[in-house]
């Protein structure tokens, strides 16, 4: 950005009535036990990265909305200025993934501008997901187990091995449940700050915690983020918060099969060509017009 606790508690949904009270418990959450020597540290993160990775996929799966706000503050706290969108993740006719802003009020940003790479981080920093295809572009440092609420974590430093020019990365520690081998919380920040001659594009640190939406995987529900962020004209203060809800598994009939072909379970039996020569122009298989069908 250029010159903003909840419980975990598994197979449940968040306690937001205990939000703040989670969030003044943190530092004590955080203190890792001695290490464990039950399963070897390689193998937590050979386990958990692979889970990672069968998550993402199935993420991959889900329809959900993305509620964004963002806050720039005075030195007294006050609401200076706000960003804002809602947007609904979903899938065209043709199960191709979309992603509608269904609300975005004018925004009232003075001094805050965000960046494409502030929008990316939001996309793919903040909810964070360490898979096993990428977990070798990080180093992990084991620092022990922590019990956050009622659900036991092994907790990892977690840090770039190297970064290249144009992606952006995570820096920080994430918390592992240790029965389902899946992030349920992550704290940090998006890597690296781009400064340039005056130009200065600075991200902020965040907390996001994760639910256990459909009693297999941990989503990214929650992100909140409140810090001051040290431009060369002066600090800034701002907080954001970022709620992730309405998770639905898409379902479709529709299959790919190799060459191209496309099949539905629900369709009936495959039409004589020579009849379908003499449909109506309104078939009701056919009402779809694409000239009119709404970008998404």
Known sequence: MYNSGIMLIRKWSLATTALWA????????????????DIP???????FSEKEKEFKQ????????QDLRIQELCASARVTGEYRTVTEISFDE????????TSAPPPTLKNLSITKEDLQSFESIQPFVLTSDDIGLYNLKFTG???????GTYVFEVSPKKMEKGKR????????????????KTYGKAVPDLREGNSENL????ETYREQIDGEYWFPTYTRIADTLDFKSGPLKMRSIVRYGDYKKFQTSVKLKFGGEVTDDKAGPAADPEKEKLAPALDPRFKTDPAKTEKK
Do not use: C, H, M
Request: hydrophobic fraction near 40%; glycine fraction near 4%; avoid cysteine.
């Open 22 to 37: 989670v969030f003044a418990l943190a530092p004590s959450l955080a203190r890792a036990q001695a290490p464990s020597s």
């Open 94 to 101: 043709k199960g191709r993934r979309t992603e509608r802003v």
């Open 145 to 151: 187990k922590a019990k956050i609420d009622e659900v």
């Open 41 to 47: 540290v390689e193998e937590i993160i050979r386990k």
């Open 58 to 65: 199935a993420r991959d799966n889900y329809t959900f909305k």
């Open 203 to 206: 991200f902020p640190k965040f």
């Open 169 to 184: 990365y995570f820096e920080g520690t994430i918390w592992v449940d240790d029965q389902d081998l899946q992030i349920v």
